[in-house]
């Protein structure tokens, strides 16, 4: 820029900005191509402000409407172009805006909350952006928790302007919004404070003691006795058992670690060679069910080949030495009783420690589903003459012939006489009176009888009619539950036992007759055989059954019968179908006189029509649910629990009609909170408490004790 320059924007500027802009202008040129600049506002408007220095830098602004104010600063040094750009984005943040630069290379001069959300450039760690640029930045943090650190940050954040910190745990990241100057500090703190501890790993192997006893150890001396520690997390050493190579694994600080081996080393004495009994309680397993696998270990582990190493240095310290092995179980109180020498107890306490494990129970609930549909009409028509001849069917309608036959049978005998011849020779005649009919063959027709039925009689003619519509609607559901334990058989029924003839007998002379019955459950049976695997499926050995007595037969009785065997894999929590019938059968029936039959209309009186339809549909569901945690059986009871609880209060909010109320049972309410006793010092202070309560017994004065 030239001086000749200078004087022609003094001469076009405003009245109001000749000093400024003068000032602005005062150029001191070192050499041909070097600029600097004396910058120098005074109540100058922000907005002429920015287009001064647009010009100086040929750069192009563009203001928000929101900008607004005017600018009073000094500078009594000379800037260089850079320097320059620099003091004016130091204004600008100082009245609270800021430049976002756009790819064409025009700058935005906007408020400060919103430059955080405009385009303004992502940077990397070899960026070149200082002051009062804004730019946002991503870090990746390595060895502490973004969600922890960024509340830290954003105190230091200028999160009411434009500065913002945000965090991405899935990926642990902190993205920061803000000046070049400011987000560079929060990056330098970042770096600092994302530096790992001496977080080395120590092996400590073993030499008499067992791996993991030595880490129970270890940790029930480091368990606050409050339940909460106050000691950093990184502070406290991570201990861990290797029962392979018998040695105990410490990470942690440096002081850390040398307390845990400084205890290790103590702890890790030599016992007696001989003469080593121990007693083990079990926890969950039957002592009795462990002898054997225990016995089993125990040859196992005298058979197997050492390395010579190893043998030798047993040998030289145990010269001598017994092997034999006494494993007893005393099942009064459920515990097992070894004599070994200590490297055998060892490895037998290992193995009491993994099968002496709370095994999963499972909850298996099977859903039985059954929708059955049938319908069915039946229409047919009889004739019958007296000197003979009728036609007659037999799909479901009673017979006309058995319908003559009761009639007959039914009708009276007339009044006769009868006369009687005595020994004297005179005759005596009596009357008898008129006999009714036999009405059982009448009534055992009758009674088979389904929908209408009529007859006509005239002259020597008659006929029956019978008609008949069916609808039968069904909807069953059966849901059976059980719970057992891990590779254990369970049962459940819910039915009856119906007594089945299985054979008669009679004695020679056809007396003494007997018969043998047998009696059969009848109901909803479940059998199942849980195995949990390591993840979240659970293999089940079902056997399902659904029986009921359908009706009697010319026999014995008939029973339905629904049954599934099977073995299936099911995930936890989930629904699966084990079977299901989908069965349809639509059945149509005639019975006509040949031509008479066919005829149009009329023919139906010379015809016997019946049709049924019938729609069963049975599904047969299981879900079973696995139950690690005595927390979760108590949830689920809780939730039976009071769903019966619920039915008996709605039963008692019904009422009864004859009797009181409170007659109907009721559970008593869930308790959640079980009451403890009390401590031995609540105890003591409790009684302290009620000794000073006590009223004092004051005798009258001049009594004599």
Not at 1 to 8: E, G, H, I, L, S
Not at 19 to 43: E, I
Not at 622 to 643: F, V
Request: hydrophobic share 40%; aromatic share 6%.
């Amino acid at each position: 820029m030239r001086r000749t320059t200078c004087a022609q924007q003094l001469k076009k500027a405003s009245a109001s900005v000749l000093a400024a802009l003068a000032l602005t202008c005062t150029l001191n040129v070192n050499h041909a191509y070097a600029t600097q600049y004396s910058p120098n506002f005074k109540g100058t408007d922000i907005n002429e402000f920015i287009n001064i220095v647009g010009k100086n830098l040929k750069k192009t602004f563009i203001i928000d409407a929101k900008v607004r104010g005017k600018v009073n600063v000094r500078s009594y040094d000379l800037l260089t172009e850079e320097q320059y750009y620099q003091f004016f984005l130091n204004v600008l943040d100082v009245y609270g805006y800021s430049v976002v630069e756009m790819e064409n290379n025009i700058l935005k001069v906007v408020v400060n909350k919103d430059a955080k959300t405009a385009n303004i450039p992502v940077v990397g760690d070899d960026h070149s952006a200082i002051g009062d640029q804004m730019v946002t930045r991503v870090i990746e943090v390595k060895n502490v928790s973004v969600r922890e650190l960024s509340p830290l940050l954003r105190q230091l954040s200028d999160q009411a302007g434009g500065g913002n910190v945000v965090h991405y745990e899935p990926s642990n990241v902190i993205m920061m919004t803000g000046t070049a100057a400011v987000v560079n500090r929060l990056a330098n703190i970042i770096q600092r404070v994302d530096r790992a501890g001496d977080q080395g790993v120590e092996i400590i192997k073993l030499e008499y003691a067992s791996a993991g006893e030595m880490v129970r150890i270890i940790e029930n001396i480091n368990k606050p006795a409050s339940g909460k520690s106050d000691t950093p997390a990184f502070l406290i050493p991570k201990i861990v058992a290797d029962e392979r190579t018998n040695s105990v694994i410490v990470s942690g600080e440096l002081k850390a670690r040398q307390r845990i081996s400084k205890l290790i080393s103590k702890l890790d004495s030599e016992l007696e060679s001989s003469g080593n009994t121990r007693v083990y309680y079990l926890k969950y397993a039957k002592a009795a069910d462990l002898v054997q696998v225990m016995k089993s270990v125990s040859e196992t582990i005298q058979n197997s080949n050492t390395s010579a190493a190893t043998t030798a240095t047993t040998t030289a310290r145990r010269s001598g030495a017994n092997r034999n092995i006494s494993i007893e179980a005393h099942d009064d109180t459920n515990t097992l009783v070894i004599t070994a020498e200590p490297d055998m107890l060892r490895s037998l306490e290992a193995v009491i420690r993994q099968l002496d494990i709370r095994r999963a129970q499972v909850l298996v609930e099977a859903i039985i589903v059954e929708v059955f549909e049938s319908d069915g009409a039946q229409f047919g028509v009889q004739w019958g003459h007296e000197d003979g001849g009728f036609t007659q069917f037999n799909n479901g309608v009673v017979p006309i012939s058995g319908v003559a036959a009761g009639v007959v049978a039914a009708e009276p005998e007339d009044s006769s006489q009868t006369t009687i011849t005595n020994p004297d020779g005179s005759i005596t005649q009596s009357n008898n009176p008129e006999k009714r009919g036999d009405y059982t063959i009448l009534a055992q027709l009758l009674g088979n009888v389904s929908g209408m039925m009529f007859g006509v009689v005239k002259d020597d003619w008659g006929a029956i009619v019978q008609a008949v519509s069916s609808d039968v609607n069904s909807n069953i559901l059966a849901t059976p539950s059980i719970t057992t334990l891990d590779n254990e058989e369970a049962y459940f029924i819910v039915g009856q036992e119906v007594p089945i003839i299985t054979g008669s007998q009679t004695g020679s002379n056809n007396s003494n007759p007997f018969t043998t019955v047998d009696r059969k459950e009848v109901g909803i049976k479940l059998k199942v055989t849980p195995q949990v695997n390591e993840g979240s499926g659970v293999q089940l050995t079902i056997e399902q059954e659904v029986s009921s007595v359908s009706g009697a037969t010319g026999v014995d009785i008939s029973i339905n019968k629904r049954e599934i065997k099977t073995t299936v894999m099911a995930d936890n929590g989930a629904t699966i179908i084990l079977g299901g019938l989908i069965d349809e059968d639509v059945q149509e029936s005639m019975q006509k006189v040949p031509v008479l039959g066919d005829i149009p209309l009329l023919g139906a009186l010379f015809r016997s029509t019946g049709t049924t339809s019938r729609k069963r549909n049975l599904m047969v569901f299981l879900k079973p649910t696995i139950i690690r945690e005595g927390t979760a059986m108590d949830a689920i009871t809780k939730q039976r629990y009071n769903y019966m609880r619920a039915q008996e209060l709605r039963k008692r909010e019904q009422g009864l009609s004859l009797l009181d109320d409170e007659k109907l049972p009721l559970m008593p309410q869930w308790q959640d909170d079980l009451e403890l006793p009390p401590s031995f010092d609540e105890y003591m202070q409790q009684r302290a408490t009620e000794e000073l309560d006590q009223p004092v017994i004051e005798t009258a004065e001049g009594d004599d004790e």
